[in-house]
């Protein structure tokens, strides 16, 4: 790792993670209001209280350096997109194949996190949630799976 980031940065990418995770659980909201099988909308509420959970604890750090959390997801974002087009489709396979792009793109951007400079604790936080997300986008590839497995 290269030497740790300046206290302003640090805040700007802790809260485009939060913004993020905003984000997530607008497309988990959609997703969990359309899912039939209730132990997929049971599953899912875990994992939205994963990224609720993340904020709580980003938000704290940025509150530790002198910054304001952002209280909202940015809404350019490509989850807000999903959500939206989640309510457009049918069955819960098509909903968990949304589900699953979305945590393609949220273990990317905790990935990338997870490699930049941080300070401890930031850093340990952020393996903390990347762990989260692949557990997250593990169970979707699984329940995917088990729709095209023969009877």
């Not at 709580?56 to 959500?83: F, M, N, R």
Request: proline letters at 3%; a negative charge.
């Amino acid at each position: 790792m290269s030497e740790i980031m300046d206290k302003t940065n640090m805040i700007a990418k802790l809260n485009d993670l939060i913004a993020l995770d905003y984000d997530a659980i607008s497309a988990y909201q959609a997703a969990i209001e359309r899912l039939e099988n209730p132990g997929y909308r049971d599953q899912l509420n875990v994992f939205m209280q994963d990224h609720e959970n993340h904020i709580a604890a980003l938000s704290q750090l940025i509150c530790q350096e002198g910054g304001a959390p952002v209280e909202k997801g940015d809404l350019k974002k490509i989850l807000t997109q999903g959500s939206v087009y989640i309510a457009e489709l049918a069955g819960d396979e098509g909903i968990l194949k949304a589900m699953q792009l979305n945590e393609v793109m949220t273990n990317n951007r905790y990935e990338e996190s997870v490699e930049e400079a941080f300070p401890e604790p930031v850093h340990g936080i952020l393996q903390n949630g990347l762990a989260d997300e692949r557990r997250h986008k593990e169970w979707l590839e699984e329940t995917l799976h088990q729709f095209h497995e023969p009877h």
